[in-house]
């Protein structure tokens, strides 16, 4: 059984930060872990993901603000966000790719940026 529980969303000022974490409970060998977020009316893009080996790889328009990171201990995933801004708002998704190659997807949290 897999299981990803985000948390950490919410609602923030412009200019403000978030961290969002994502806690994998998962008997699989985990290779990339990922962020992606989708807007009203908009396809799903990607965020931010890393490695198992922690390489990193961000979207341009987070680049600089955002900053993901990953504790293999824990099977767990964070996206520390800064310098926020309205058109980051979107629902926030965790995605986790085991070494066989299947996806797996959180549930999702809400990040709302207000002007």
């Known amino acids: 059984q897999v299981q990803l529980v985000e948390s950490g969303g919410g609602l923030v000022q412009a200019g403000g930060s978030l961290r969002l974490s994502c806690a994998a409970s998962i008997t699989f060998s985990i290779n990339a872990m990922g962020w992606y977020r989708q807007a009203p009316g908009k396809q799903r893009e990607l965020v931010a993901s890393i490695s198992r080996g922690g390489r990193t790889r961000y979207a341009d328009s987070v680049k600089g603000r955002f900053t993901i990171s990953r504790d293999n201990a824990k099977n767990t995933v964070y996206l520390q966000m800064s310098s926020l801004k309205p058109e980051d708002t979107a629902v926030y998704y965790c995605?986790?790719?085991?070494?066989?190659?299947?996806?797996?997807w959180g549930q999702g949290t809400q990040v709302t940026v207000s002007s």
């Open positions: 995605k986790t790719t085991i070494l066989g190659g299947a996806d797996f």
